[in-house]
């Protein structure tokens, strides 16, 4: 078996690659990364869950009060936005959430996961406020833009910092559910949507800048919790600071009522790395087109098709809704709970396989049915066959699938990369994935539904079935078992000194 399938690339192909950024000639021998992997599940992992996993929420919350509200943006209590300029408002914070990813992801690999993880909430906290406070189609994008920025910059210091605090025989549950939390955001923003958007409580002209408001309230209060996570004992090993990830690694033991003993250290596994400062551009390049291109192409397909088919959908189900079936824009909220549940319930029920069964089998196959789905309701769709509470069932059951499958994505590319390069890389993914997915996909969708022709519509849910299909099939050819397996087992660090 190739080493582009078997999981590693040797360590002679990686001793050729250029070496730069090293701080210093030190090598730290630790057992860290072995210390961390056998935790048991404690008080400390669930505050990292939820004070890291509210990304997700966030995200969650944004995206749908965007297409809750897309009604109401359309009127002249609103904004008095044509759907065409609600599509690139939509594409406008995807493009920011691309940029916000790639400068926060380098800069996490330099400086840290905790530092940009709060630099990259109060990103998000000022522009959702400032987003409230919008005043023509120009300033409604603009603010969006920078929304973006700020969720975008969030994944890719969040995902690394989860990656290398949770313990590997839960990191793909785990995974999975906190990615799949987006729809408690969504929930959230649909109920903040019937709240705040139904005219009997308050005037629509304000109600959907209030709604805005949710977002920088809930970022505020996952602020303040954040001030307890510690940063990434990883990072701080590969750093050359192994004093303080050993601190660190020791208070979470006593937390866990498990004490590290020095007689643990003869049975405990050890890794050695040559510390460094940071990793060049042209390492991670090497990393990612040298050593592992099928992983690349991998990570490639799987983020860009998700992104594709819910940016396409999320975006623009309140447009469906109100212009095929008739739906006042104040009740799209009830719809939009019932896709949340169904979003939620998939990785929650599903996501325990990836552990066990195995991610390739359980990527392929989640990938593929969502597609199959999505493709028999956009066909009852074209026909006329649904009604509207059908065609919420429909799309409920599609994402039941995709959202575990959505999940899978940022899993993978998240624990099949070097550990040195991994926030920047999920940054990479995610940027790519959404700018070949998803950034054109909301005013593409935006568009067809514009013609207002059934057969248009489905012509681009089509083609998100046909890219998930095509996604499925590529991670069962090339997909890495990284299921119960430690990190540095997944993926050799580019630092690491041979015995």
């Known amino acids: 078996m190739s080493w582009f399938q078997d999981g590693n690339a040797p360590r002679s192909l990686i001793a050729t690659r250029p070496h730069e950024g090293a701080e210093s000639e030190m090598v730290v021998e630790t057992s860290v990364p072995a210390r961390l992997d056998a935790l048991p599940w404690s008080r400390f ?45 939509s594409s406008a914070y995807l493009c920011g959430a691309v940029l916000g990813a790639l400068l926060f992801g380098w800069m996490t690999d330099r400086l840290g996961r905790r530092k940009l993880f709060f630099v990259t909430l109060a990103v998000y906290l000022a522009a959702a406020a400032a987003t409230a406070a919008s005043w023509s189609a120009e300033s409604f994008a603009f603010f969006r833009f920078f929304v973006g920025c700020g969720i975008g910059g969030e994944y890719a210091a969040v995902n690394s910092a989860i990656q290398e605090l949770i313990p590997a025989r839960v990191r793909g549950w785990t995974d999975l559910v906190i990615n799949g939390s987006f729809w408690l955001g969504a929930a959230a923003g649909a109920l903040g949507s019937l709240l705040f958007l139904d005219p009997a409580i308050v005037d629509p002209a304000f109600g959907w800048r209030l709604a805005f408001l949710i977002g920088a309230a809930l970022g505020l209060l996952i602020l303040l919790m954040r001030r307890w996570i510690p940063e990434s004992p990883r990072w701080l090993m590969l750093h050359g600071r192994e004093r303080e990830a050993e601190e660190i690694v020791a208070a979470i033991e006593k937390q866990c009522a498990r004490q590290w003993r020095e007689a643990d250290a003869d049975h405990t596994p050890t890794i050695r790395l ?5 990793t060049p551009l ?13 992983r690349t192409l991998v990570g490639l397909a799987l983020m860009a098709s998700q992104a594709f088919l819910y940016n396409a959908v999320f975006f623009t189900y309140a447009l469906i809704l109100t212009d095929f079936y008739g739906i006042d824009s104040g009740q799209i909220g009830w719809h939009l709970l019932a896709l949340a549940c169904g979003n939620f319930l998939g ?10 069964v195995g991610r390739r089998v359980m990527i392929s196959a989640t990938y593929a049915i969502s597609g199959m789905l999505l493709l028999g309701v956009g066909y009852l769709f074209e026909e006329g066959m649904l009604t509207a509470t059908q065609q919420t069932a429909g799309w409920a ?3 039941f699938v995709a959202s575990a499958a959505a999940s899978s994505a940022y899993l993978t590319v998240s624990e099949i990369f070097p550990l040195e390069i991994r926030a920047l890389v999920i940054a990479v993914f995610y940027a790519l994935g ?45 997909g890495i078992a990284a299921e119960r397996k430690p990190l540095e087992a997944v993926c050799l660090p580019l630092s690491q000194v041979d015995e």
């Open 282 to 294: 042209r390492e991670i390049y090497w990393a990612m087109f040298r050593l592992y291109p099928r």
């Open 274 to 278: 040559r510390a460094r400062a940071y």
């Open 347 to 356: 990785p929650l029920l599903l996501g325990r396989f990836f552990d066990t």
């Open 434 to 478: 959404t700018l070949v997915g998803g950034v054109m996909s909301p005013w593409l969708l935006g568009t067809l539904i514009g013609t207002g022709l059934r057969a248009r519509v489905f012509d681009g849910y089509a083609l998100g079935a046909a890219l998930m299909i095509s996604a499925a099939i590529v991670e069962w050819l090339w």
């Open 397 to 399: 059951a599609v994402f």
């Open 45 to 89: 992992h669930t505050l990292v869950v939820v004070a890291l996993g509210v990304t997700w929420v966030l995200d969650g919350l944004e995206v749908t009060l965007a297409g809750a509200v897309a009604g109401v943006l359309r009127q002249t209590a609103g904004l008095g936005l044509t759907s065409a300029e609600i599509g690139w408002a």
